[in-house]
């Protein structure tokens, strides 16, 4: 895939999640609610500052994060749903339990 979103914006794929509850129950497609735990894809170079430098951003490919339910715009590239959106609809980026 050949796609580098613009300045401040990030490329997020959704993690898919289990289909069964903690109790064995299985949910449905159409019941599930959308995964808000993705893989960032690709990443912009950054958002400029007051004084018109670059600033990186502080999330990098690889990378999962938390985002909020409603958070970018949905797209499909190459057959795969992906989301765009701003690093600022970020929540959070989920680290490995692994100790460096």
Do not use: C, Y
């Amino acid at each position: 895939m050949k796609f580098r979103p613009l300045h401040d914006r990030v490329l997020v794929k959704r993690v898919e999640q289990e289909e069964k509850t903690a109790g064995g129950i299985i949910i449905p497609d159409t019941a599930q609610e959308k995964p808000m735990e993705g893989e960032i894809v690709a990443v912009g170079s950054g958002a400029r500052n007051e004084d018109g430098k670059v600033v990186p951003l502080d999330v990098k490919a690889g990378d999962r994060v938390l985002f909020g339910k409603w958070s970018g715009t949905e797209v499909k590239i190459d057959g795969v749903e992906l989301l765009i959106m701003k690093e600022s609809d970020l929540l959070g980026i989920i680290e490995s339990g692994k100790k460096k």
